[in-house]
């Protein structure tokens, strides 16, 4: 799966606990880019909840485009399936999800199964936090101090991202432009100065911006 100029994934490792019926469900989740780092991701849980009567997960990876999941136990279709259904429903990609429960003394029936290992990966993934990853170009900016003031002010009050500003003989700003907003900078950056300024693009990379649910 090509990723493209944008996708959504988490931005940590995170865990959260719920409890149905006395039985109680721990999601794991973790933002990963290999099937080797969520096997890895997977075995750890297992070694810390060896104890615990199931270890349901399910895993995205965008690279040769991997989607797998497993039930470890539980009647099919009631426990990974529903992992997975909650990580495509969101439109996750480069993580992995495991839900591991301790059997409570009750119990929940297909249905129950099916809707709380579903709401247990989905509170997990919130606590690792959505994001959408954007595609940008890294630019530089390289003009005298008296410029300082109307440079901030233009990036800050744009769609753009301020990097860090380095002081010598002259400053240099760094920006994080959006794949699609490259040109516009340009534009806006000759009209500010009267083309006395320009910027230099030296590279690229995928910048988070939170989704907050």
């Not at 690279?63 to 797998?68: G, H, L, P």
């Not at 994080?176 to 230099?200: H, P």
Request: hydrophobic share 40%; charged share 25%.
């Amino acid at each position: 799966m090509d990723k493209g100029m944008t996708y959504k994934t988490i931005m940590c490792e995170a865990v959260s606990e719920l409890i149905e019926k006395k039985s109680r469900f721990i999601a794991a989740a973790k933002p990963v880019t290999t099937e080797q780092d969520a096997l890895d991701f997977i075995n750890s849980k297992k070694s810390k909840y060896y104890d615990a009567t199931h270890n349901v997960y399910a895993y995205i990876i965008s690279e040769n485009n991997i989607a797998r999941f497993s039930d470890d136990g539980e009647p099919s279709g009631t426990a990974g399936m529903p992992v997975m259904e909650v990580l495509k429903k969101e439109g996750l990609t480069d993580l992995v999800v495991v839900v591991t429960r301790y059997f409570g003394g009750t119990l929940l029936g297909a249905g129950g199964l099916i809707r709380t290992y579903g709401k247990s990966a989905r509170e997990g993934i919130l606590a690792a936090r959505i994001t959408e990853k954007v595609f940008c170009h890294e630019v530089r900016v390289a003009a005298g101090y008296e410029w300082l003031g109307k440079l901030r002010h233009m990036i800050e009050n744009g769609d753009y991202i301020l990097g860090e500003i380095e002081y010598a003989e002259q400053i240099i700003v760094n920006v994080s432009i959006r794949y699609n907003l490259l040109e516009k900078f340009k534009k806006e950056l000759t009209e500010l100065s009267n083309g006395a300024l320009t910027a230099e693009v030296f590279g690229c990379r995928y910048v988070d911006k939170e989704i907050i649910k």
